[in-house]
Structures are given as structure tokens and as C-alpha cells.
């Protein structure tokens, strides 16, 4: 089955929805909330489709931009987890098989990467 998209429906959408470049807190609640509701329903129109993939491409924008949610490195991930879990450099040795080791990461030799996370 070949669907066949719509252009004047298309517009009618955009122009319902404004979607534009979102430059707010405020618009990006607004486009994730139109997004969630495309979402639920089962089946998409080649036009609706369509804004819905405009709207994410717009807020991963929006968000890349504004939130940073991979800005902190593996060592401060590591750091983390372990006062999150109370955990001493101790605790790492049976982990990681030696002291050394846990002191070489500690001290940031060799430099931890994210390879396998």
C-alpha cells in the first residue's frame, strides 16, 4: 500500500502546531506534549508522521543545546556510583582483582573511557 502524502494537510498541521525553532522551556513542554500525543495513537497519517518527526528533530535540538546530560566523564560517573553506593576504594579491589589497579584509576592512569558502556 503506497501512502500519499499531503501537502495542504501538512500545512495545516505546522500551522496548528507553529512549529518553529524552540527557544523556551515553556515550547519545548508544549511540542513534548503534542509529541506524546502523536505517540498514542495507532495509526500515524503520512502527514502526522511527518510533524512528529519535526517536532523530535526540534526538541533533541532544543535539548542538546540546553541540557547536558553527558557532560559529566567516566571518572565522575565512577565517582558517583561509588558514594552512591557508599563504596571505598577498598571495595573496588574485589571488583577490579588489585589494589594497584584501583589506585591507578583513582589516581586517573590509564584514563577511564566509555568504550562498553
Do not use: C
Request: net charge negative; glycine share 2%; aromatic share 6%.
Amino acid at each position: 500500500m503506497t501512502f500519499i502524502f499531503n501537502s495542504d494537510i501538512y500545512s495545516e498541521l505546522l500551522s496548528q502546531h507553529q512549529s518553529r525553532i524552540i527557544k523556551t522551556k515553556e515550547e519545548n513542554e508544549k511540542f513534548l506534549e503534542t509529541v506524546e500525543e502523536l505517540l498514542s495513537r495507532s495509526n500515524l497519517t503520512p502527514e502526522e508522521d511527518a510533524l512528529l518527526e519535526l517536532l523530535v528533530k526540534l526538541i533533541e535540538d532544543f535539548e542538546d543545546k540546553h541540557y547536558q546530560l553527558n557532560s559529566s566523564t567516566p571518572y565522575s560517573r565512577l565517582l558517583h556510583l561509588m558514594e552512591a553506593r557508599s563504596l571505598e576504594q577498598a571495595d573496588l579491589v574485589e571488583i577490579l582483582g588489585s589494589s594497584e589497579i584501583v589506585t591507578k584509576i583513582m589516581n586517573s592512569e590509564p584514563e577511564i573511557t566509555n568504550v562498553g558502556w
